[in-house]
């Protein structure tokens, strides 16, 4: 009989754990031990790394990582909201604060740190916050939004500490609206990774931001004002700043309290001490990540806690992996600001040259540290433009190709070195975060068939932490493509060599409005005739262009299988039909109505998740009557078969609702009237919820719009489906005028520039400049591009017609609803039918064959 498994405690929930554990799975397959992981936070773990990016979406699941499905295993417990309160070594045990017990055969102490609170007095004032964990930025955000409804002036905020960290919580608090000053008490910002000289372009960025520097400056006391809430910070020159929040930044302690009491070693500066392999003096006791005092410091990064958990997972399963070292390189992730510092950046090891390239206009300063004799790369600094790091990162401690000094071009000008990927030694990390190297890459690609950076990031974890490598993924993917043969230029298909977004520009200028004259005047190929790639896609095109009826002469061919006949095809060769219901609507006439058709035509009815009705089982020559009847009670195609706009599915809002806070109802029935037949290159959802509440589930749309109780919050990107995503903030507190023309124009961009059958979110990872470049172009107009989106969209409202009644209208278009050609009249006699739940449902092939069971379905005699 198989020996039980040994029992792995893992104190501590966060990012360092949650790779443990997702390490032990993947590799202990004979299932030699259960974890149970005890975590203070009253959460799974969750991106830290990514905590920022809280503000602009609010939701701490979209700071979750990896498969939720860990949690799940039987082999795997998480006890969230329980911290560890003792260790007992001579025991083996561990007593939570509950009061619980738990023995343990291997302890992994995985605790991280905590955000140091400086000795100052009045460093305890309510007001005075850190940056740490979802629970510190969800009550900064809400002192903040107090403080912006208490005062008639801006908030004044400042932050402790000019690092990393601090310029993160001062773009944060920036963005809150706050007045924001960074106090650095040293000579620069981000001292630890920049030179003066960078850290100068780094203070003119910063301002340019909007964002006060004071350097050289050391807080000696935080004052309360009348209220007893913060109020002052007084410094150790006698200068004063007048404040309403603080956030301490000021650097992390080690959480070795626990390794403390138990009588382990402790490094000088704090940190629980292990050797190479991240075991502790007792060898029943490891730890790993920031707690872990390895060579006698604590590393306060990410990358070289998951390269312990790692370790420490291959040990407990009998290997001899040893911790390989940590890369050190950051950048700094505060939109408009860019700097990344790795390898050698103040320029340590003997001998090291420094090129240093300055340029005080642009607001560019970077430097490329070489061995003696200029050739090694040993490390760099790059402020105002680091668009170069991805490339040169890997290329540490390797000797570069031509002129280094051509590597710190601006980007994209002549003569400036771009890596096409290709040459990248595969032992190169590419990304640090997970240890990926460029090999491991290369083989997703050849061995794993990922054919695209988000299979790669998928099979690999390349670029899933902090996302600096994605750039470079993206090159070594197209690189390693090309080299197979793979067609990996942006070309639509064989027919044409262009991707869909250059398509649709052709399109859009030439005003080429047909297929055969696209193909004969653009084509590849001479004489091709097109294929199921680029038929439909310029099918899509001209229909988002000028909105003609997709059966209109030559693009009914053009159409894939459910444009074709506009009704979506099901399992057994029925139709199913689905009239709009804007924003979920429905009059009891509408409901009678569509009741009426569904009882005699036979159909199965069911809800669907867009809140409106589908009707299953219609044969092809039965949707014209079908449809009759629905227009004729006032409905239109729904398009539920089209790449174009689904449904705006809403709560009931202020109308009804106690918590409501706008009429979501109005709005949602006022965005699916607006874009309704609206075609793009993917199914689009919307979703409008009338109060953060978010009954209706708006974060899981393309376009979700929560309301607020100044207007309504704009999310972006979100889809249910395989890879679920949840959409994130585009703007805030938009009346309904600017929030439709945002909305209009980030359709109109994502139509025009989105590839083949891409969703919102997916678009959203390639788009130029991610969520902030889809923002500068919608909203600030960087591009000069918005008032022709605005152009176009008020064109497809003008010229929308509803594509049943015109089919209706037309005896052509309507020649092609016939089950047989050659007789339109005799039904298909491959349906067959059973009942069920007082319904009908395809026959399975054994009732077929006993047709005894079987119904009539929708052979039933039509009323007039
Ligand atoms: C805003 C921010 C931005 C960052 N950006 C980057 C970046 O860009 N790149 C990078 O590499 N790193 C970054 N970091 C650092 C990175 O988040 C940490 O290095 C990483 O989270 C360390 O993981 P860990 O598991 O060791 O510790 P943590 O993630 O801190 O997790 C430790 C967990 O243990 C829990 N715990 C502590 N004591 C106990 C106990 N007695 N019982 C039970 N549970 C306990 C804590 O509550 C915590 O949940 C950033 C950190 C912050 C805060
Ligand atoms: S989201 Fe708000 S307004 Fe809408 S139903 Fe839910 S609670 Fe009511």
Redesign the pocket.
């Known amino acids: 009989m198989a020996a039980p498994p040994q029992h792995l405690i893992v ?7 949650q790779r443990l554990v997702e390490a032990m799975r993947d590799r202990d397959t004979a299932g030699a031990w259960r974890v149970t992981v ?4 009253p959460r799974a ?1 969750y991106d ?2 990514a ?2 990016s809280y503000f602009s979406g609010r939701d701490p699941e979209d700071l979750s990582m990896g498969s939720p499905a860990l949690w799940d295993d039987p082999l795997v417990t998480l006890v969230r909201g ?4 003792e260790l007992d070594r001579a025991a083996r045990t561990v007593r939570t604060a509950d009061g619980r017990t738990w023995a343990y055969d291997q302890l992994v102490l ?6 140091a609170r400086p000795p100052i007095e009045g460093s305890d004032l309510p007001g005075v916050f850190v ?3 979802i629970d510190d930025v969800a009550a900064l955000r809400g002192w903040v939004e107090e403080q912006a409804a208490r005062w008639n002036r801006p908030v004044r905020g400042a932050v402790l500490g000019g690092g ?2 601090g310029l ?2 001062a773009g944060a608090l920036q963005a809150l609206g706050t007045a924001a000053t960074v106090l650095q008490r040293g000579t620069h910002l981000m001292s630890a990774q920049v030179d003066l000289g960078g850290g100068e372009a780094l203070r003119r960025l910063i301002n340019a931001l909007g964002v006060a520097v004071r350097v050289n400056t050391s807080t000696v006391r935080m004052r309360a004002n009348r209220r007893g809430h913060i109020g002052r910070l007084d410094f150790a020159d006698g200068g004063r700043l007048g404040v309403d929040v603080v956030v301490v930044a000021t650097g992390v302690t080690p ?1 070795d ?2 390794a403390r009491s138990a009588g382990l070693a402790i490094g000088a500066r704090g940190g629980v001490v292990v050797d190479d392999t991240c075991r502790t003096d007792d060898p029943h006791v490891w730890a ?4 872990a005092c390895l060579g006698g410091e604590c ?5 070289p ?1 998951y390269a312990m958990a790692e370790v420490v997972v291959d040990r407990l399963l009998g290997g001899a992996a040893v911790f390989p070292g940590a890369d050190t390189a ?2 700094l ?1 505060l939109s408009g600001v860019d700097v990344a510092s790795f390898g050698d950046a103040f320029a340590t090891t003997p001998g090291a040259l420094e090129l240093v390239h300055s340029d005080p206009v642009a607001g560019v300063y970077t430097k490329l540290v070489l061995s003696d004799d200029a050739r090694t790369l040993l490390g760099g600094v790059l402020v105002g433009d680091a668009s170069a790091y991805s490339e040169l990162r890997p290329m540490v401690g390797r000797a570069l190709t031509g002129d280094p000094s051509a590597y710190l071009l601006p980007a994209g000008t002549t003569g400036r070195v771009e890596s096409s990927g290709g040459d990248l030694p595969d032992d190169a990390t590419v990304c640090s ?1 997970n240890n990926v190297t460029a090999g491991t890459v290369r083989a997703a690609v050849t061995e794993h068939e990922c054919l695209d950076v988000a299979g790669v990031k998928a099979c690999t974890r390349a670029g899933t ?2 996302g600096s490598c994605v750039p470079l993924v993206k090159k070594l993917v197209v690189a390693e493509l090309t080299k197979a043969g793979v067609s990996v230029s942006n070309a639509l298909c064989e027919h044409f060599a262009v991707s869909r977004a250059q398509l649709f520009d052709i399109v859009r200028v030439t005003g080429l409005r047909t297929f055969s004259e696209i193909i004969a005047t653009r084509g590849a190929v001479v004489g091709g005739r097109g294929c199921d790639i680029c038929k439909p896609v310029v099918a899509s095109i001209l229909a988002s262009l000028d909105d003609g009826h997709v059966l209109e002469g030559e693009r009914a061919t053009l159409q894939d299988t459910n444009d074709h006949v506009m009704a979506n095809l099901q399992k057994d060769g029925s139709y199913s039909v689905v009239p709009r219901i804007p924003g979920g609507e429905v009059t009891p006439d509408g409901l009678l109505a569509i009741g009426q058709v569904a009882k005699d035509f036979a159909l199965y009815t069911k809800i669907t998740g867009g809140q409106r009705i589908d009707m299953f089982g219609a044969r092809l020559e039965q949707l014209p009557e079908i449809w009759r009847r629905l227009v004729d009670a006032g409905f239109e195609s729904g398009q539920a078969y089209g790449k174009s706009l689904r449904t705006v599915k809403s709560c009931v809002g202020s109308t009804w609702c106690r918590f409501g806070v706008q009429d979501a109802v109005g709005l949602a029935v006022e965005l699916e009237l607006r874009y309704r037949g609206l075609r793009s290159p993917h199914k689009i959802k919307l979703g409008v919820s009338g109060c953060a509440r978010e009954c209706a589930e708006a974060r899981g749309k393309d376009v979700g719009i929560v309301a607020t109780d100044r207007g309504w919050n704009l999310y972006v990107g979100g889809n249910g489906g395989f890879t679920p995503r949840h959409a994130v903030l585009l703007a805030e507190d938009l009346d309904t005028a600017t929030l439709i023309r945002t909305i209009d124009r980030y359709l109109m961009y994502y139509i025009r520039t989105a590839d083949r059958l891409q969703r919102t979110a997916p678009w959203m990872e390639e788009v130029e400049g991610g969520i902030d470049g889809v923002r500068a172009v919608v909203l600030d107009d960087t591009l000069g591009i918005a008032a022709d989106l605005d152009a176009a969209m008020a064109r497809h409202v003008d010229v929308y017609e509803d594509e049943w009644a015109a089919t209706l209208a037309d005896p052509e278009k309507l020649r092609r609803f016939a089950s047989f050609v050659n007789a339109p009249t005799t039904p298909d006699p491959s349906l067959a039918y059973v009942p069920e739940r007082g319904q009908v449902r395809p026959a399975t092939a054994a009732e077929r064959a006993d047709t005894s069971v079987l119904v009539a379905g929708t052979t039933l005699a039509v009323r007039s």
Do not use: D, F
Request: with cysteine.
């Open positions: 104190v501590g929930g966060g990012m360092v754990a005890l975590a203070e936070e773990p830290r790394v905590l920022t329980t911290p560890v309160v995985a605790t991280g740190s905590s955000a940056y740490r964990t990393l960290l993160e919580a959480r309290e626990l790993a990540g920031e707690v590393i306060g990064l990410v990358a806690g950051t950048k992730k975060c932490s902090c």
